[in-house]
């Protein structure tokens, strides 16, 4: 037996837009155990094969339709003939759905954020993509594609709390501040960084989730220590 057949198991899948059938490979819950988590939620593993982020988006081989869990189930007649057009019609046979490596990985993200742009999915669904395409060029040590799709997920964050479209998704408020604030710290804006913790931090609804409150505490106070001791060393240098 293939030791990832530990891991990783074939899901069934029928492509929202052209209806084939098809089994893609997901991770095995709880099968893998991070070493390292981000404050930006990106998990470590020492085998990729672990990694529930390559798995995260379903690719159709037939028509290169690519999505996540979080997609929109139907879309009107006017959409699915953009589908056809932008998507299957320009679409080389690729199989996605065995084991995956990184750049695979990363391919299927650029395949579902342009479905997503497509089929008009929402920003929260958007940011999601591009923040956990930003994750695979960390491990890849790419810092400025890393940079560049954190940015994009930053903007469409910002769209989506300034829209509430993330109501529909499974994200609490609170996360998606959190999210914003961590994602200012990592592009280097500690002011608005600072802004968005102390919105989960002073937050009426802070005791719904704890952890996310408790996460922002802690940035929060790190960023306030950083900061004090880059005064003091500016100081002491002036002096
Ligand atoms: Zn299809």
């Known amino acids: 037996m293939d ?52 798995y995260h988006v379903v690719v159709c081989p037939e028509c290169g339709y690519s999505c996540n869990e ?19 019609a320009n679409w080389t046979k690729k199989d996605y759905t065995g084991v995956r490596n990184i750049p695979e990985a990363i391919a299927t993200y650029k395949l579902a954020i342009f479905t997503a742009g497509v089929r008009k999915e929402t920003h929260c669904v958007l940011a999601g993509l591009c923040l956990r395409l930003a994750w695979l060029y960390r491990y890849q040590k790419k810092k400025a594609e890393e940079e560049r799709f954190l940015r994009l997920a930053l903007d469409e964050y910002e769209e989506s709390y300034q829209t509430a479209d ?3 998704s499974s994200m609490s408020e609170l996360m998606i501040l959190y999210l914003l604030g961590e994602l200012h710290r990592q592009l280097g804006d500690p002011a608005k960084a600072l802004r968005y913790f102390s919105k989960v931090v002073e937050h009426p609804l802070k005791e719904s989730d704890p952890k996310m409150a408790g996460l922002a505490r802690d940035q929060w106070q790190t960023m306030r220590e950083d900061m004090k001791k880059q005064r003091e060393a500016e100081r002491d240098h002036a002096g």
């Open 3 to 54: 030791p990832l057949d530990n891991i990783l198991y074939d899901k069934k899948f029928i492509c929202a837009h052209c209806q084939h059938s098809f089994a893609s490979k997901k991770v095995r819950l709880r099968r893998g155990r991070p070493y390292r988590r981000d404050p930006d939620f990106c998990e470590h593993y020492e085998n990729h094969a672990e990694n529930p982020t390559l």
């Open 70 to 88: 979080s997609f929109r189930k139907g879309v009107p007649p006017q959409i699915e003939q953009l589908i056809e057009e932008k998507i299957a």
């Open 166 to 168: 993330y109501m529909k």
